[in-house]
């Protein structure tokens, strides 16, 4: 009797050891992870946010990217990834499979919409200007004071179409990174950089010589609801997922969503 129990406890660990492994099911987001506050690198786990990148010493991201893009493989009952690459290769990287979405404060445009496919929007937030805080330029409250400036903005964004709406602007070329931008209005090679509120906010606390420009109503950029708003972009195929994702954000309430922006100001890096 004891062999008889020996051998089929013997039979089951074999079948056990066998038997194919649940995968674990994950869903990987690229972004910069240098746009704070939505998203950045850091070096350390500094908080329950942050999420280690996919590349050996790449550090982790957080932001308010991360949040959502969390909120998001915590629905669908997945396991995160994230992935750190350039702003100009997100799309491309998607497309071919290297991602599954991108959660990086990118605007659903017509453009774009050729490409890919765009949630409902996950946060809206209105345009300004960052200058020196020394300039003359700190004190404006209309597009018009900026009358042949130097202006410049990020490529690839729709930002960049924007500073032909000032007069005799001299349009600068436009800069792969926000890091980028801010240092040339620094140097002075440019007046002012054109950013989204948030952003200018972490950019101006950690960069005291800097101010942001904030427009009187119906005095600043022209724009329509879609370009201050933010969405994942999706593959086109992927209708099935981008309807899981929309149902998922509908849960997120606005007040949340502005307490999640309001921490990741406050705990991005100075």
Not at 25 to 42: H, K, M, R, S
Not at 67 to 85: E, F, N, P, R
Not at 195 to 216: G, H, M, R
């Amino acid at each position: 009797m004891r062999k008889i129990t020996i051998s089929l406890t013997l039979a089951l660990l074999l079948l056990s050891a066998c038997a194919p492994k649940e995968e674990v099911q994950t869903i990987t987001v690229g972004l910069e992870c240098d746009y704070a506050p939505f998203n950045w690198t850091t070096s350390t786990s500094e908080s329950d946010i942050a999420v280690a990148i996919d590349e050996a010493g790449a550090g982790f991201c957080d932001g308010y990217d991360i949040q959502v893009a969390q909120a998001i493989a915590d629905g669908l009952d997945m396991t995160l990834v994230v992935k750190k690459m350039a702003w100009d290769g997100l799309i491309t990287a998607l497309n071919q499979n290297d991602i599954d979405m991108i959660v990086a404060g990118m605007t659903d445009t017509e453009e774009r919409r050729q490409s890919v496919a765009f949630s409902t929007p996950y946060y809206a937030s209105d345009l300004v200007l960052v200058v020196k805080a020394s300039s003359t330029f700190a004190g404006a409250t209309t597009l018009a004071e900026f009358t042949g400036a130097s202006v410049i903005a990020q490529m690839g964004t729709f930002h960049d179409g924007l500073i032909d709406q000032i007069t005799s602007v001299n349009h600068l070329t436009a800069l792969g990174s926000a890091p980028l931008l801010v240092n040339s209005v620094q140097a002075g090679e440019a007046d002012a950089m054109v950013t989204e509120y948030p952003v200018a906010l972490s950019i101006v606390s950690s960069n005291p010589d800097l101010a942001i420009v904030q427009f009187a109503a119906n005095a600043g950029f022209t724009t329509d609801a879609t370009d201050t708003t933010v969405s994942v972009a999706l593959r086109l195929a992927d209708t099935e997922l981008l309807a899981d994702i929309n149902t998922i954000l509908a849960t997120i309430s606005e007040e949340t969503r502005n307490t999640w922006m309001a921490d990741a100001i406050d705990r991005k890096p100075q």
